[in-house]
């Protein structure tokens, strides 16, 4: 009894402790500047070749990029080919430096998009669902906002006289854009109608309002995300009453912003159209909007009524537009697609949309030079996705695994894929039998198809795995290593002298 009355204690004494390891200094932003400056001397110490600073940045983010899609989207991006696909080289593949980040918020194991973002962005680990605030903030309660915001590269950036920009296949106030502006106690606050009166009275603004705040200081932005932007009751140009405005204030920050100083070389576009017949010559701000809400999925682009751009017509524009600038720009590019099939265990559309966000990562390198533009590829976080099952070599990446062509077989007598999930909606079991349900037929070919997952959930979740950070160009050997993913930002302001 003495021996158990021992191990409740350590353990009871383990729990406080674990509950108090983040409620001190690493709620601070100095904890956090202090640890990434200290990494950043220790691999910059070791270069004898010290090179020029990068006078253009462009940071990728594949939103939910784990290692294993980007090998399963290699593999596919090969078997589209024509090849058996292991041996395939990806566009990330050409990066000549590579390094993994922890990508653990400041509270949780697995983080979401908008720490993971705040981290990437300005250097700073904060809390599950706060962006652009440090650790002391306190998720969805606007008075703990005050006083704990923290900068971004972009914003910095612009403060130094760069052009900068947005691109994404989301909103342009999802959770890793609006990190770049942002400072909010939730990420959920795209639009004031999704504020209560309380958030509302404490003097909290919406995201929306925030990237109006901006004003001149971004270039470019194009995405999603035009109902945010309107009142209620407004009609959409695409979809007329079918889309409505959503604020309720009133405001319609797309005039707004058409509005701002300079306007002259200033232009909103929402059809992809438009958007290729913007001249990039007499453009100096972009403002392209074209969903209500978020784009669709690769392969539903071409349903769309007005056409939309695809991420790789958007990230050329806006290097087109920014690259004008003397000084140099910083540019925000996210293939945000991918996390939002992942989290329906619909591996196929994830896969199609990693190669959308590989074919914007090669357009980026097409239209630079590894002598003034350092290009740094990574995810926020991953996903609880898996590959495996001994497949035989050229298996395809969507199929049933197979040996010797043959398709192999569980322990309850049914086929299973080489792709799977440890848990979301695509979990089955057969009520008659107890035991998991066969898959027959082609039915895992289908863009749709939801993958198998081990543990039942209405949304399968981010894993907690590091993820991978590619590097090329001047500094780039910064990014070599293992590290935590607030100090991306540090070595991207390092390399480009901001900040």
Known sequence: FQMIHQILRTCVCLIVLSAQIFTAREETAEYWNEAAEKTLHKIYGKENIKRNPAKNVILLIGDGMGLSTATAGRILKGQNEGRPGEETVSALDKFPNVGLSKVYCVDKQSPDSASTATAILSGVKTKFGVLGLNGRAVHKKCSSAAGNEVESILTRSANLGKSTGIVTTTEVQHATPAAAYAHSASRGWYVDSAMNSTTKSEGCKDISLQLLAMGRKINVVLGGGRAYMRPDGAYDEEYFSRRPGMRDDGRDLIREWKNLQPSSKARYVW?????????????????????????????????DIAGEPSLEEMTEKAIQILRKNPSGYFLLVEGGKMDHAHHYNQANIALREFLVFEKAVQKAMDMTSTEDALIVVTADHGHVFTLGGYADRGNPIHGYARNHNEPRKAVDKHQYTSIAYANGPGYTLDTATGKRKGITGDTTRDIAYRYQAAVPLTSETHSAEDTVVFARGPMSYLFNGVYEQNYIAHALMFASCVG
């Open 271 to 303: 059809r992809r159209s438009a958007l290729n017949a913007v001249n990039a010559d007499n453009t100096d701000y972009l403002l392209g909007l074209f969903q209500p809400k978020e784009l669709r999925y690769d392969h539903d682009r071409n349903n």
